[in-house]
């Protein structure tokens, strides 16, 4: 099905590997991935925040290696 759109669209930023689409698609797919490994709370933002963590511990552990193929996606 095709995409009318019936106002103005502004979009200020796409990042390298964003994606931006109007219409039908079948499948999108990653062209990077990343892995992150944060303690509780570090991933928070925000103007007012307050985190109360006392004990925090972070399994780096990763026992397959490999999390998500995308060799073939570039």
Known sequence: M?????????????????TVNFGDVLQITPKSTLKSNTGSGGGNNGNFLQTNTF?????????????????ANN
Do not use: C, E, L, Q
């Not at 095709?2 to 964003?18: A, C, E, L, N, R």
């Open 55 to 71: 004990v925090s511990f972070t399994n780096t552990g990763d026992p397959d290696m490999i999390d998500a193929n995308n060799a």
């Open 2 to 18: 095709p995409s009318f759109i019936s106002g103005p669209i502004k979009i200020t930023h796409v990042s390298g590997d964003g």
